[in-house]
């Protein structure tokens, strides 16, 4: 069935095995041409390997065969998301935030929408606007690392040395490999007096999990 068939690619794309996770995508999609989630799930492959044009009308085709709105519209939600991303990707302002509001609108009570967005606002300079919809967000879900991570980079651009640091440490508390969060966390304590042998400590944590890391 499609939906066997993409789940095992699935498998195979978290595994890295793309060419063979993108075939079974495509087969999915011959089984059954109305199948969603093989056209989202092909787009972002797509996207991964730098061929966002084409990731755009995989996730267009995803949201036009997902039927009717009322059902399931977490996954319509993500759809939308989905393609916002790629359009932020592209630098396409107006289209990804057209998607992004689409989300939010379509499952105001998932917090996809609001991290995703949140997220591009964050890339685009739009720092208020940034943390209106994380704070709106986490009263919905909890946020990945990487848009954790994200948002307590914003308040260390901003100096705001005290929340950046609860941020960051949520991270490394999630995912203990996060050394981008391990060098901010070093950064914040040089910034604000903490002693060196402090600062020195998350310093080495972060070149420890990345020897080749330059901030």
Not at 60 to 68: E, L
Not at 106 to 135: C, E, K, V, W
Not at 143 to 150: D, I, V, Y
Not at 175 to 186: N, V, W
Request: with cysteine; net charge neutral.
């Amino acid at each position: 069935s499609a939906t066997l068939v993409n789940s095992l690619g699935h498998i195979q794309f978290l595994q890295g095995n793309y060419g063979e996770a993108a075939q079974n995508y495509l087969r999915a999609i011959q089984l059954d041409p109305n199948f969603s989630p093989a056209y989202n799930n092909l787009g972002l492959l797509v996207r991964q390997v730098a061929n966002p044009d084409t990731a755009v009308a995989l996730f267009r085709n995803a949201i036009a065969t997902h039927g009717d709105p009322g059902i399931n519209p977490e996954r319509l939600a993500l759809y939308y998301a989905n393609l916002a991303d790629t359009y932020s990707q592209l630098r396409l302002t107006d289209s990804a935030e057209y998607y992004y509001r689409k989300s939010i609108l379509t499952a105001p009570s998932q917090a996809i929408g609001y991290f995703r967005y949140g997220s591009h606002s964050i890339r685009n300079g739009q720092l208020n606007m940034a943390d209106s919809l994380f704070t709106v967000g986490r009263t919905l879900g909890e946020p990945t690392p990487a848009e954790l991570f994200n948002w307590g980079l914003s308040y260390l651009r901003r100096q705001e040395f005290n929340r950046s640091l609860e941020l960051m440490r949520v991270v490394v508390n999630r995912d203990s490999t996060f050394y981008q969060a391990y060098h901010c966390i070093g950064v914040i304590y040089y910034n604000s007096g903490f002693p060196v042998d402090s600062t020195l400590e998350y310093i080495n944590k972060a070149l420890a999990l990345n020897p080749s890391y330059q901030p």
